[in-house]
């Protein structure tokens, strides 16, 4: 049975599959991530995701210790809160040895330190004797490589595979080599120090003497190579102090937030270490892979919205994002690759299936919404740095973006951004809800083709009115007016076409035939996102997102309970996803409901205390929150770490404090800041505005909450509103 099945021309992970009941530990530094058991193990039975990845191939797809051989007894396994080492405790069973007598459980103490650094895995083992007499332990290492393709791990099928080579073992060293269909000679190396008591392809030994409160170490350098002869190996010494030194620098920027409250900190600092590992490394700069283990590759849509996440307290991540994206901007039309001048990427692989277009992804543009989304960003950006010097760069890519959104993206010339699949084998639904089950009607039929789905085309309204705001910087004036002018036409447009009264919502999408897809969805909370919801319609679509059809207690559902699809454990049809809740909830402030921002912040906080390692996964089951449980129900193929999700609680919190930044007028504005019942205060330290910055104290107090400056670098000025 494999990980994934074939639907409609889509992928789909299976359930059967279970991570979320693996407890997994998962590094990773760039393109080269790793998946380990509690052990630190990479073990290869039954439906195994456990692996050593670089570039989307699996360089190993076992690598297991055995102490006098047997798997020792667990103790402890953690990676560290900044995300840059896995640490495990382990210790030795009751054994019979060889020459006679015992060794009693717990005598050897066996500390495993792993860490990721370059394309190279760095293992470093320590044993020490607690013992009254001598012992003799055997230390084996069992491993092996596939060399399998990202997507044959999910579980697509090949028809036909590259060339495993002969393996090397000499001395201290190990090679075990692929070369690929698309002839890529992909090699893993190995280098083990001191020299095994014996080595083969498969294993190395050590046979070692442990005199009373004697400890040894053994270490051993896994590099993941292509098409390169053997290269030079920083020693694990070297690589450890210079990870040290790189991880001395703060998280994803230098603002830093800090509470009262140990597990919202646990939860700030998870969720920052994340995303900075998300970034770490990465060839494209500082642009956030999607998340581990299945998207740790650029996505459009995700790197947007997490670059939206973080901005106000880390706008680089922004910037990287628009570098990226303007770059690979689709420049002409591919129907293969859903591609169109101006489109936005929607994901990039580069893995041997990709390259050999066994699947459709090494660069595909198969989503609606990166293009309004990316235009919508370099607004955001604007009004947060005023860093017009950056903006000229990709301002020429803004405006091939628009012409995307008027020409190819509006399909039948109706004023609403639709979608249809060109690619046979690329997306059928085309929005963040990417199932093919996802945008149907209300008594479950399908909807057809093309569609313009709720939140596009509130994307659409803000991308243009941010772009009439960059136009009008650079004084193009009169195309600034055209995009206001086009901005207001389509939310009228979109009001009359999409508001559905017996929902009290907007509708979910309209179909081929301008029929409304009338279910209660989390997509109409983003109308409220983009400002393209009217005033009178911002509060009855609040209370519908925030009923108990729609609200589980863990957040808001992506579908509402009771409608034809609902189902709480789907990927997209009533699961509950944090970056989805983190953009209502900033709705939610722009219209001046704090209240039930804090609401969504608060559930979401719940989940983090109750997740391992304080870790919010991409989604999780939409099962209401029952009394007497401990979080929520988790979703078994979720990724975790997922780069939107990590960002969630960066955004709800600025949602909540009602917090804009002005850079051009040099302003920190508060809109009636609300604070969540378990933080009384929030610290921001080092929150920089062009050339100045500041230190900011939000705490409650008994008439509400108060902003207090603490510090003030440069000319800058905070408001605050009632």
């Known amino acids: 049975m494999t990980d994934i099945v074939r639907v409609e021309d889509e992928y789909y992970v299976r359930a059967s599959s279970a991570l979320a009941d693996d407890r997994t530990r998962v590094l990773k530094y760039g393109d080269t991530f790793a998946v380990f058991n509690r052990y630190g193990d990479i073990e290869p039975l039954g439906l195994s995701r456990f692996g050593l990845f670089h570039a989307e191939t699996r360089h190993l797809s076992r690598f297991t210790l055995r102490l006098n051989q047997k798997q020792p007894l667990l103790l402890s396994s953690t990676v560290r809160e900044d995300n840059a080492f896995l640490s495990v405790d382990l210790t030795n069973v009751d054994t019979s040895l060889n020459g ?12 495993r330190l792993q860490f990721l650094r370059g394309a190279t895995c760095y293992q470093y083992f320590r044993m020490l004797n607690y013992g009254l007499t001598p012992a003799k332990v055997s230390l084996l290492l069992l491993y092996d490589a596939d060399f399998a393709d990202i997507f044959e791990v999910r579980g697509t099928k090949r028809s036909r595979k590259g060339e495993r080579l002969p393996d090397h073992a000499e001395g201290n060293r190990v090679a075990l080599s692929y070369r690929g269909l698309d002839d890529v000679l992909r090699t893993t190396c ?118 939206l996440e973080c901005l106000w307290m880390a706008p680089r991540i922004a910037e990287g994002v628009l570098k990226y994206l303007a770059e690979t901007q689709a420049t002409e039309e591919i129907p293969e690759r859903d591609a169109e001048p101006g489109k936005i990427l929607h994901e990039m692989r580069r893995g041997e299936m990709s390259v050999l277009n066994e699947v459709p992804f090494a660069r595909y543009y198969g989503s609606v919404d990166s293009t309004p989304l990316f235009v919508m960003l370099a607004g955001a950006y604007f009004r947060r740095t005023a860093n017009l010097s950056f903006l000229k760069e990709v301002w020429p890519n803004v405006k091939r973006a628009i ?71 650079f004084q193009e004036v009169e195309f600034a007016e055209r995009l206001e002018a086009q901005a207001e036409a ?24 301008k029929k409304q897809c009338r279910v209660r969805s989390s997509n109409a909370g983003h109308a409220l996102l983009c400002r393209i919801a009217k005033d009178e319609r911002a509060k009855p679509l609040m209370e519908s997102l925030m009923a108990e059809e729609m609200f589980s207690g863990w957040g808001i559902r992506t579908i509402g309970a009771g409608e034809a699809r609902y189902n709480p454990m789907s990927y997209h049809n009533g699961s509950v996803w944090p970056h989805d809740n983190a953009l209502i909830g900033v709705g939610f402030s722009l219209y001046g409901f704090q209240r039930q921002a804090c609401e969504i912040l608060h559930a979401l906080f719940e989940v983090s205390r109750d997740v391992e390692l304080h870790r919010l996964p991409e989604l999780y089951c939409g099962f209401h929150k029952r009394p007497g449980t401990s979080g929520p129900t988790l979703y078994p193929v979720a990724c975790a770490p997922q780069a939107w999700a990590a960002g969630a609680v960066f955004m709800l919190l600025r949602a909540c404090l009602g917090m804009t930044l002005r850079a051009s007028e040099r302003q920190i504005c508060f809109d009636q800041p609300t604070l969540p019942p378990e933080v009384d205060e929030i610290q921001i330290d080092n929150l920089k505005l062009v050339d100045t910055s500041v230190d900011l104290l939000v705490h409650r107090h008994d008439e509400g909450v108060a902003v207090e400056v603490m510090r003030r670098r440069g000319e800058i000025e905070i408001l605050k509103s009632l």
């Not at 006679?100 to 500390?111: A, C, I, K, P, Q």
Request: glycine residues 8%.
């Open 100 to 111: 006679g007598g015992e060794l009693s459980r717990g005598t050897v103490h066996l500390f």
């Open 490 to 513: 389509l939310r009228d447009r979109f009001d009359e076409a999409f508001w559905c009264e017996e929902l009290g919502m907007y509708a979910l999408a309209l179909d081929g035939k």
């Open 190 to 307: 190995m280098e083990f120090s001191p020299r095994p008591t014996s080595l083969s392809a498969q294993e190395a030994s050590f046979e070692i003497a442990l005199n009373p409160k004697e400890e040894k170490f053994v270490s051993c350098t896994i590099c993941c190579e292509r098409n390169t002869e053997a290269k030079t190996v920083a020693s694990f010494q070297v690589a450890f102090r210079g990870l040290e030194k790189e991880y001395e620098r703060p998280g994803i920027g230098e603002c830093a937030i800090t509470t009262p409250s140990e597990s919202f900190n646990a939860w700030l600092t998870r969720s920052s270490a994340d995303l900075r590992m998300l970034i770490e490394g990465n060839p494209e700069g500082p642009y956030p892979y999607a998340g581990v283990p299945w998207f740790n590759t650029v996505f459009g849509r995700d790197g947007i919205i997490t670059a």
């Open 403 to 473: 012409e995307w959104m008027d020409t190819y993206g509006d399909l039948d010339k109706d004023g609403f951004v639709e979608y249809e699949q060109r690619s046979s084998r690329g997306l059928v639904q085309q929005g963040w809800k990417d199932s093919h089950d996802s945008i149907f009607h209300a008594d479950g039929r399908m909807a057809d083709a093309p569609i313009a789905l709720c939140e596009v085309q509130g994307y659409v309204y803000a991308a243009k009115r941010s772009a009439a705001l960059i136009a009008r910087a």
